[in-house]
């Protein structure tokens, strides 16, 4: 991957390998699957509980209150984004170019790809990278240690390009 920058343009862009594109198309079916699956068949996947956290832990009425008046339209707002996240990654990879709305829904859902990464790898602050992939296991740690980086650029070209900085 070649990072995002700030373009001249206001654009934010960056370059995906082909087997980058890929593996962030197949991240995307599979956060896809779990949004738009019935919530009771996936009630209590903890990348779900991560997602769409208690609104009030204390209260179990009241969190249930809260989720009843405000999962349907999260789970919509995630959908858009994942939906522009995909409808602007070329799925054999190649250039990315974002403006500041497709930007923001890239940070949403590259932070819930994130979200739903570590959960699913236990990750805690504590968690290396691996120095050799040598195992699936290596190879998931691999690639969210990889969607941190494309989150980083994104964040670091939002930065620059707000502070008019090419």
Known sequence: MRP???ARSGELVARFEPAE???LG????????LLTADPDDVGDDPVIERLFPAG???????AADYRDLTEASLRSGKADDLATVRASLPADGGEVR?????AGAWMRTSNDLRLALGTRLDISE????PEDVADEGDQQLAVYYWLTAVQGSLVDALVAARSGRR
């Open 4 to 6: 995002f920058r700030a």
């Open 21 to 23: 594109a890929g593996i």
């Open 26 to 33: 197949l991240l995307l079916d599979q956060l896809e699957q």
């Open 56 to 62: 009030h832990r204390s209260d179990p009425a009241m």
């Open 98 to 102: 974002l403006d500041a709305d497709q």
């Open 126 to 129: 504590d968690t290396e990278p």
